[in-house]
């Protein structure tokens, strides 16, 4: 017997049917939503702007909208449909909302290709508020670490990891502080990463998304320098060949204000937060190998002179603008310790003393360093002429890297450490600025991966050459 076919009968939809299919198809993107690899991330911050970061991928728009705290009529966007893949496949945007009201707190929104994204953290920013000639400087505070190893298995050497822990971020995310300094060794480049361009952007792609930074990065402000491993290889100088890529990578990576000078390339930088300004020092753009004997070749350097004389020239602006009670100094090696252990300023002694030296000259005040690279933290003070005031560093090293025992070291006797402050652990540094007037100071806070405050101390204004100018009322 044949088989029957039954024929079903054509049925038109409704015009009702039809609208709601066409909302359907107009509510569903045409391809799927890019992803969002790592961020959002808060760099710099003035009164009227702040920079915040995202990498994405296989994304074809990314849009931030933001408003000020209550005020939903403020909200404003901005849009960036032109990503631009990197070597790693990755899509970086920097987002820079300006005309900001000062002082404010901001909410926003982050979406991707139209989906909006959960983030684990309260999204939102404040601008800095306009205190100068009107209120006492702000109390605040701020992290400085270095020296962020992250295990990557297919591409460390062979044995024990040389990451230790994550629990530093996760700690340091907690802190409450305003924003932190990098102080180099942000992440480390492999043997299998610094021979390549892809390879450069692979590990900066790679570190970045370590979920356990995630807190970190969204809920302070960030600012970085790099030290020879987030530079290229292992006690790079200037004759590395891939070190304009590694620029590029590291200016994609961070928020810094600004990178060098007009003609003269590095991640050198300045800004400011209350009353303190902070000189960000590029140390191997420029720098000769640690290994050239200094006394042979006195001119040896580890900064440059041009990058030198704006160093000194940003101290002289500082100086007359009047409003900063300290000046920090970032870079990546240790400035004042004796020992020519590692790469520190003792081998670039020309360099250090003729810097000392301008200080002197110069009558600039209020000078505290802040260093790495050398696997533990502590603290350093010089004092600069017969009764005059100090100088200090403040050195904070490993976040996570492999840590020594310093404290039984050489370095322990070294003539300008301070007793009981050396830690070879994984921490990182809290300082806290605080005060009115003579009482103006800092509160120095070193905090292990266990949590524990390995010493703490205080740095009052007055021993670092502060004067107050005039009582100020409450």
Not at 214 to 239: C, E, I, K, T
Not at 344 to 349: A, I, S, T
Not at 426 to 450: E, H, M, P, Y
């Amino acid at each position: 017997m044949g088989a029957k076919v039954r024929q079903a009968a054509s049925v038109m939809p409704s015009p009702r049917c039809l609208l709601l299919a066409l909302l359907v198809l107009l509510s569903c993107p045409a391809f799927p939503a890019g992803t969002l690899v790592s961020g959002p991330m808060l760099g710099y911050r003035a009164k009227r702007e702040v920079l915040l970061w995202l990498e994405t991928k296989d994304a074809g728009q990314v849009r931030l909208d933001y408003w000020v705290t209550g005020q939903p009529a403020t909200r404003q966007s901005l849009e960036n449909s032109a990503l631009v893949r990197t070597p790693a496949g990755g899509q970086v945007t920097h987002f820079r909302p300006g005309l900001l009201e000062m002082g404010a707190t901001y909410e926003y929104e982050l979406r991707i290709d139209g989906v909006r994204q959960e983030l684990p953290f309260p999204a939102r920013f404040t601008t800095m508020a306009q205190w100068e000639w009107r209120a006492p400087p702000p109390d605040f505070k701020f992290l400085v670490g270095s020296c962020a190893y992250l295990n990557d298995p297919p591409y460390d050497r062979p044995g024990q990891p040389y990451g230790r822990t994550l629990e530093t971020f996760r700690l340091a995310g907690e802190s409450g502080a305003d924003f932190m300094v990098w102080l180099g060794d942000n992440w480390y480049y492999r043997e299998a990463d610094f021979d390549s361009v892809s390879g450069l952007w692979y590990r900066a792609q790679h570190d970045r998304a370590v979920p356990e930074l995630r807190q970190l990065f969204g809920r302070m402000h960030h600012y970085a320098v790099w030290d020879d491993h987030d530079y290229g290889p292992n006690d790079s100088n200037w004759s590395y060949e891939y070190k304009e890529e590694a620029l590029k990578v590291f200016r994609a990576y961070w928020g810094n204000p600004s990178y060098g000078e007009p003609g003269q390339p590095g991640v050198y930088h300045k800004f400011y937060w209350g009353d303190a300004a902070f000189m960000l020092m590029d140390n191997h753009w420029y720098r000769d190998a640690a290994s050239l004997n200094q006394d042979l070749h006195p001119e040896k350097s580890q900064w440059g002179r041009r990058q030198l004389e704006w160093l000194k020239q940003s101290l002289l602006q500082a100086q007359e603008l009047r409003h900063f009670t300290f000046k920090f100094i970032a870079t990546g090696n240790q400035m004042l310790q004796t020992a020519p252990r590692g790469e520190p300023h003792e081998l670039y002694r020309r360099e250090r003393e003729e810097l000392l030296q301008f200080l002197v000259e110069n009558e600039i005040t209020g000078v505290v360093f802040l260093t790495g690279d050398v696997h533990h933290s502590g603290l350093y003070r010089r004092r600069l002429s017969d009764g005059g005031p100090w100088v200090y560093e403040i050195t904070s090293s490993p976040l996570s890297s492999d840590s020594w025992d310093v404290a039984r070291s050489a370095k322990a006797q070294d003539p300008h450490v301070l007793k009981d402050t050396l830690v070879g652990d994984q921490n990182f540094v809290t300082v806290q600025v605080g005060g009115r007037d003579a009482d103006r100071a800092l509160t120095i806070t070193c905090t292990d991966k266990q949590g524990v405050d390995r010493f703490t101390y205080t740095l009052k204004a007055t021993e670092l050459g502060y004067r107050p100018r005039r009582a100020r009322t409450p």
